[in-house]
Structures are given as structure tokens and as C-alpha cells.
């Protein structure tokens, strides 16, 4: 699984003044097949789409969201000639009263997207707090928001999520994990190494940065979350009061401060008595195997194994 997937960073593309989906983009966003979308047109008159003046047919924001609700309504068991007599209200009543209860994964992705549309808090929060609730943080976010945020990004990419959508949603999960992190203690006496985390000028995957805090915490770790825009000189001052042993970093394909190679001679310099930890595009872009005290993490779950083979050895010791 990769840290670098993340379409949450924040950064400005050019949008569409209106969302216009071709029935192939209907197809990767609600799951349902481009054949059954056409027979349900015929058959039912689910949603008729407009055509251009070639006869082509194309289909707006409304029609997104209504299909998103046929197809969370389907995959949840109700027979296609159940919903076509349901009015859009009907519709739209029932998905939420199944957003409050145990269903399928696929279903709960679903939901999740139409609440990031419709920027509806209260069905996205409650998703995100029944499986927290059931789950914990950890596998929530590992089955749930990661393939979540990877399906977020063809919808940001098709201009059906703006950029302020991505950002009120992006607070929600930020808040998921703060208050996770909150609820655990800093260890009076930690044990094994120490980690101090941070992301470079200009580098906005604060997301994952945030996740990996939490898991290291809770292996107990003493971690040091230095957040984003941290400079290779701010770095030098952590260094003069705390020598982590470990700094870790994402270097995405929108990092353009510095060169890669660059910055991580600085950290290096700045930082003599760590071991720097590298994921990103650039990263694995680069090849760092004959620098000393670098170390490219190659995805979350690589990450994962680092942490859990470190955890290991402590308990052991």
C-alpha cells in the first residue's frame, strides 16, 4: 500500500466551471457496469442523460449523485425495480438510513463519497466513528480511508470534488486521528528508538504523516511531530536538544522546493546522529542505496514491517 497515493494534498488544479461525466467515468465511480447504467435507462428511466449534438450521451453533478444513491442502495440488496419507483427523497432517506448501520464495505465507500459531494459531516463522521468503534484507528484507516481516498482522486480529477470539498473532508479525517493519538499517552520512560517526524517546504501529505505518528505511538515509540514546512535548519535546532534516531519524511511527486538529492545531504549534515527514512515518488525515484544513514521506505506497509520488527526487538530486549 503506498503513502504516496493520497490525493489529499491540497493543491490547486484547474477545475471545470461544470462537472460533465461521460457514461465510462459513471462506470469507475459508481461501480455499476456501462451496460446496466444503458439498460436501466431504457428499462426504468433511472436517470436520462443528455446528449451532445452527436447524439453522445453525458451526464452532470445531479446525475452523479442520484446513480451513487441507485447503486448504494442496490449493493445493499433492494432490486433495481424496487429503487425506480422510489422518489429521489425516498432514495435519499433510505441511503442515509443505511449509512447508520453495519453494511459491506463497497456500500460504506460509497456512502463515504456521496457524503464528501454533498460535504454532508454528519454521514461521514458517523461512518467514520461506527467502524473506529469497531475497528480502531488503524485497520479503519488501512481498509477504509486509504482505498477511500484513492477512489476521492478520480473524482477530484473529473472536477466532481473541488478543492474545498477535499479540504473539509481532509479536516474530518485529521480529526480522527488527532483524537486517536490524544488517547494515547506519552510513555513516562520510553523504550527503543525515538523518531522525530516533519515534511519539507512545500510538501502537503500531512495525512500520512499524522497516520504514522499514531502507529508509532502506539507501539511506543517516543515520537517527536514536527508537521509540514519544516526547514533543513529547523531540523538542526531539534537536533541540538533531541538526537532522534530515526527522522521520517514523504517526498511526493509535488515536491519541487529542492532537489531530492539536495535536501537530503542537508538533512544529513544537520542531523549527524540520525537515520533518515524516505518514502515518496521522488524517493523511489532516486537511488540512494550507497548513502549512508538513508534508508527509502518503499510504502505504508514497508513501513508497517519496519515498525513492527523495531517494536519486536524491544520486546525482546
Known sequence: MSLIASPLRFQQHPQPALAVYSISDLEKLTGI???TLRAWEQRYQIVTPRRTETNIRYYLDEDLRELLNVALLNKNGLKISKIAKMSAHDRAEKVASLSSITVSE????DAMTL????????K????????IKQRGIEETMLQF???????LGVL???GSVTPIQEAFIGGIIRQKIISAINDIAPARKPKGPTFALYLPDGERQELSLMFISYLLRKRQFQTFYLGADVSVSDLADLSRVQQPDYLFTIVGNAY?????ESHVAGVLEACPNSTLLLTGYQAAMHDFSETERVRVI?????????????AAVGRRA
Not at 106 to 109: A, R, V
Not at 124 to 131: A, E, G, K, V, W
Not at 299 to 306: I, Q, R, T, W
Open 145 to 151: 480511508i486509504y482505498p477511500f481516498l484513492s477512489k
Open 124 to 131: 461521514f463522521s458517523h461512518i467514520l466513528d461506527t467502524n
Open 33 to 35: 457496469k456501462a451496460a
Open 298 to 310: 518503499s510504502g505504508l506497509d514497508a513501513m508497517l514491517k519496519f515498525v513492527d520488527e523495531l
Open 115 to 122: 457524503a464528501t459531494v454533498e460535504m454532508d459531516e454528519f
Open 106 to 109: 463497497d456500500t460504506q465507500l
Open 256 to 260: 519541487i522546493h529542492e532537489p531530492v
Open 156 to 158: 477530484y480529477f473529473t
